[in-house]
């Protein structure tokens, strides 16, 4: 049940690979499963339980629901920045293989 949606072109840094291959040779992308699931926790378990936490101690602690609300997504910008400066070691944990198509 694939659709059109599925297949859209993407920008992915490979920077090991064995052979030589040239623009418009088809390929195809490798990424363990174990890799996808450390990218389903940074990407968006940790900011979803580290929004729901901070809202959770923020509204017991202010007791106003809208400052609550705001400082709880407030809380992604820091978050965001801390993996933006991560890049290098994230490019090293999540690694891309190619393989030829045949």
């Given at each position: 049940a694939c659709s059109a949606?599925?297949?859209?072109?993407?920008?992915?840094?490979?920077?090991?690979f064995s052979q030589n291959y040239h623009p418009g040779q088809e390929v195809t992308i490798l990424f363990r499963e174990e890799q996808g699931f450390t990218a389903l926790w940074?990407?968006?378990l940790m900011p979803f339980l580290l929004v729901l936490l901070t809202l959770i101690i923020a509204v017991s602690l202010i007791k106003n629901e809208l400052i609550s609300g705001l400082l709880s997504l407030a809380i992604l910008?820091?978050?965001?920045?801390?993996?933006?400066?991560?890049?290098?070691?994230?490019?090293k944990v999540f690694k891309f293989e190619v393989e030829e198509m045949n």
């Open positions: 949606a599925d297949f859209q072109e993407k920008e992915i840094e490979i920077t090991h940074f990407g968006y910008i820091p978050y965001y920045i801390t993996l933006y400066f991560f890049r290098p070691y994230l490019k």
